[in-house]
């Protein structure tokens, strides 16, 4: 008896990605992943965006299903209530991705592997660790800003990731359960950071494997101000929870 491939959900939120979705849904399509499926969650884009994921949803034989929610609240957020749905509906690997075509859908492949092969909790996708890079078309303040954050964040939380604000990542389901995904309060990109920490703090596995982070080609960045300050503060409320729980 042929034993069945994990199921992988891949969940990508949305917001004004029209352009952008349709080829990231055929760069997933043509993996060799078999049992692979796509989550969007829109959170009721003005673009239409919605509209285009329910096309593609509708022609994909089920590989493809979308939630729409009725406000943008924050991309924590839409990724808990897509990552919630997604175990809910089955899922072996839950994935996550941007839908802006900086993370490379080829390592995909690699990142389920390396996560399978042994005890290991989540694969990040790390622009920092031998192999990793970023686009050449990122300016040189904003490769600075990373790479601070990066050694911000570790020296407050003690990570011990090479890539802690990292946002692709492959999950076993049994670690979204162990790390109470529901209870996560972070929004914004300090989600990626919250998720890291409360993995370190119950002594769970982490590895990274290299990828060459792109520019967006198509549609805005998301990264506010507001997000800004709450990834700085994000780190110190953390340690100050921990530090309260002991």
């Known amino acids: 008896m042929v034993e069945a ?9 949305t917001y004004n990605e029209r352009e952008n979705l349709p ?20 959170d009721n884009s003005p ?7 329910d096309k593609l949803a509708a022609e994909s034989e089920d590989r493809i299903r ?3 929610r009725t406000e943008k609240d924050g991309l924590g957020r ?14 072996d690997v839950v994935v996550q991705m941007d839908a802006d075509l900086s993370h490379p859908a080829a390592v995909l492949p690699l990142m389920v592997e390396t996560l399978l092969a042994d005890d290991t909790a989540v694969v990040l996708g790390s622009r920092y660790v031998p192999g990793g890079s970023t686009a050449e078309e990122w300016p040189w303040h ?4 990373s790479a601070w954050a990066n050694l911000y964040v570790n020296t407050i939380l003690g990570l011990g990731v090479r890539d802690a604000t990292a946002g692709y990542k492959a999950w076993k389901a049994q670690t979204l359960r162990a790390i109470d995904l529901p209870s996560v309060e972070s929004n914004g990109y300090s989600f990626q950071v919250e998720l890291n920490h409360r993995v370190v703090q ?34 110190w409320k953390l340690l100050r929870e921990g530090r309260g729980k002991r």
């Open 5 to 13: 491939a994990p199921k992988v959900v891949v969940v990508v939120p």
């Open 23 to 42: 080829v990231l849904a055929g760069l997933l399509a043509d993996l060799d992943l078999p049992n692979l499926h796509l989550l969007v969650v829109d």
């Open 47 to 53: 673009d239409g965006t919605g509209e285009v994921a």
């Open 66 to 68: 979308v939630l729409h």
């Open 78 to 91: 839409a990724y808990v209530a897509g990552m919630t749905l997604a175990l809910e509906q089955g899922a």
């Open 142 to 145: 904003r490769k600075a800003l």
């Open 202 to 235: 119950r002594g769970l596995t982490i590895k990274e494997v290299p990828i060459r982070f792109e520019e967006r080609i198509e549609g805005a960045s998301k990264m506010s101000l507001g997000v800004q300050v709450e990834s700085a503060l994000a780190p």
